[in-house]
């Protein structure tokens, strides 16, 4: 019977089952067999209640949807034009770079590609870089920035996890430059190959495009000097960012109505947070039976005795989470999956802050996967382009963020320097 | 038909009102308290830590907030049929058996969100008689209220969809 409705559940999930229902299903099921009582579940979700880490959700997610409106991506744009544009493929760096930045700040919600695809798409048509090198750059462009502060993933990871955010965020630098930086050079190199247009390094342009990105800019560094020197946590980071960026948008750049526009923001961007905090909260349930159950414990024991060595676990563990990230989207695999995976990497002797970013890692490349990344369907429908053709565009830059995966995995010196560093 | 779509839209309109109070007076008093802890402890102004425990509640209060904004968010969501879902199947049925998905899977939705209505309203009463207090003294399920409620707003959400879809599965499908 239990079988059976294990199951249709699974069943029902996979047809679409909106992923709170389904965990909270899991959760009901499993406290069923074992005979506890269900209050366990509404016990664990009051916890949402009870971390402070939790508020920064919502305070950045509202930052970040305030940051998505207006002026910014324009602005931010215009300033890495003018700092990379030089550079042989110089603006497909600036495509990488400017939607890095916006990632982080606006969490990773497929919101880059839908904000930025408008404007850096055309132009790099416009300069003559190919269709399918434009596509697959701005598809993958969609989640590269979420190693950086104060990216919403990392937050999340770190209350599910038990681990600092401080030092994940110190950690996700190195990283994430790599990330970065592997697809910039191969747009280095086939901007030299094509021979494309490379316009001049202008100082007055670059001081123009300082002075207008002056505000947004420094946003991420305020916030990780802030966290760093003491002088206020992540969440109290997130409350100074919020009031900033409301100041900002309707006092200094008057992008938005205080009465008219502001609510709009203010509800659409709360609907976000709900969708998230509802499955961390079934999360919270579901991850508590199971630790009941024994079942990490179980795993544990059934993958000890597949395999003995830290590598092989790494290789498993990056198909896997390959998978789930082509699956789910990444803050539902992050609540779901870590409490499962944590006790297998301590056995093996794995850093949770490094596991953190391999994790994301995963992730984000897991997002560009065929068949069902997200990246690609968002993708698809902002360049109304078919999901096939997005396939054949992201393939290279694909295979060069496995690179990059391949080596934060197997290199946790890159991870782990800076936070080591300032202990 | 009229009637429950009237009723949706005056339920939506009152959570987003009660998500931007919410939001607003999370803002303002996490604002307040970094201000004031700042002044405390680099400006050393006594006054600021004096005012700091006059409002001591403020922040079990903002922590509070976000248990009620997920769930008046999650149900503005279930609205606009947003939750996160692994989707494989809209891009493989053909679209004519989509609404039909779509009412079983809100069928499901109701009947999980009905447990835990049950479940919940179990927890509140043990709240009432064994719960201690929180802040200013309040008894803490009057805080908690917001689990039953809130999975009856999902509960009310979900039907309406299941009606919704199923009109739809009907007219799509006509003998």
Redesign the interface.
């Known amino acids: 019977m239990i079988f059976i409705l294990v199951l249709l559940l699974i069943l029902l999930v996979i047809s679409g089952l909106p992923l709170f229902a389904g965990i909270l299903g899991a959760a009901l099921l499993g406290l069923y067999t074992s005979g506890v009582e269900f209050t366990a579940i509404p016990i664990e979700i009051v916890r949402l209640a009870n971390a402070p880490i939790l508020l920064a959700i919502p305070l950045f997610s509202f930052a970040g949807y305030l940051l998505s409106q207006g002026g910014t991506s324009a602005r931010l744009v215009r300033f890495s034009q003018s700092l990379l544009g030089w550079l042989p493929g110089g603006l497909g760096v600036v495509a990488l770079v400017t939607c890095s930045f916006f990632t982080a700040l606006t969490g990773a919600t497929g919101i880059t590609i839908i904000a930025l695809g408008g404007l850096l798409y055309p132009a790099l048509i416009s300069q003559h870089y190919r269709e399918n090198f434009a596509l697959g750059l701005m598809t993958t462009s969609g989640s590269l920035g979420l190693h950086f502060p104060p990216s919403l993933p990392i937050i999340l990871y770190g209350f599910v996890s038990g681990t600092s955010i401080e030092k994940l965020f110190m950690a996700g630098l190195i990283p994430g430059i790599l990330i970065i930086g592997i697809p910039s050079l191969y747009s280095i190199y086939m901007g030299k190959k094509w021979r494309l247009d490379r316009p001049r390094f202008s100082a007055g342009e670059f001081l123009g495009a300082l002075k207008g990105a002056a505000w947004e800019l420094p946003i991420p560094f305020l916030i990780l000097a802030g966290i760093y020197s003491g002088l206020c946590t992540a969440t109290e980071a997130a409350a100074l960012t919020v009031v900033y960026v409301i100041l900002l948008k309707i006092m200094i750049f008057k992008e938005i109505k205080l009465l008219q526009e502001l609510p709009e923001i203010m509800k659409e961007s709360m609907k976000m947070v709900g969708g998230i905090m509802i499955i961390l909260g079934s999360a919270l349930a579901f991850t508590n039976y199971l630790v009941d159950a024994f079942i990490p414990m179980k795993i544990l024991a059934f993958m000890e005795g597949l395999m003995d060595s830290k590598i092989g676990f790494l290789i498993l563990l990056n198909i896997f989470l390959l998978l789930v990230g082509c699956m789910m989207d990444i803050f539902s695999a992050i609540l779901v999956v870590v409490p499962l995976i944590l006790p297998l990497a301590d056995r093996f002797g794995i850093d949770p802050v490094h596991m953190g970013i391999i994790f994301l890692t995963n992730l984000a490349i897991g997002y560009n996967t065929p068949p069902v990344g997200l990246n690609l369907f968002i993708a698809s429908s902002r360049f109304d382009r078919p999901v096939v053709q997005l396939y054949r565009a992201t393939l290279p830059f694909l295979l060069l963020l496995l690179i990059a995966l391949v080596l934060i995995t197997y290199l946790p010196g890159l991870s782990l320097f800076l936070p080591n560093y300032f202990k | 038909m009229i009637v429950l779509q009237r009723f949706d839209r005056i339920l939506a309109r009152i959570e987003?009102w009660l998500?931007?109070a919410m939001?607003?007076l999370?803002?303002i008093f996490?604002?307040f308290?970094?201000v004031l802890?700042?002044l405390y402890t680099h400006g050393h102004l006594p006054w600021a830590n004096t005012l700091m425990g006059q409002i001591d509640w403020s922040?079990?209060l903002?922590?509070?907030l976000?248990?009620w904004?997920?769930?008046?968010?999650?149900?503005?969501?279930?609205r606009?049929g947003?939750?996160?879902?692994?989707?494989?199947?809209?891009?493989i049925l053909p679209p004519r058996w989509l609404p039909l998905?779509?009412c079983i899977?809100s069928v499901?939705?109701a009947a999980?969100?009905a447990?835990?209505i049950k479940?919940?309203v179990?927890?509140?009463s043990?709240e009432m008689e064994f719960g201690g207090t929180m802040f200013l003294a309040l008894p803490s399920w009057t805080?908690?209220i917001i689990?039953p409620a809130g999975f009856a707003l999902l509960l009310t959400r979900f039907v309406l969809r299941a009606i919704d879809h199923g009109i739809q599965t009907v007219r799509s499908n006509p003998r």
Request: glycine share 6%; proline share 2%.
């Open positions: 987003g998500i931007i939001l607003w999370m803002v996490t604002f308290q970094v802890r700042g922040e079990p903002v922590r509070l976000v248990l904004i997920t769930f008046l968010g999650a149900s503005l969501l279930t606009d947003k939750h996160i879902q692994i989707d494989l199947l809209s891009s998905r779509d899977l499901v939705c999980i969100c447990i835990m479940v919940c179990d927890y509140l043990m805080g908690q689990l």
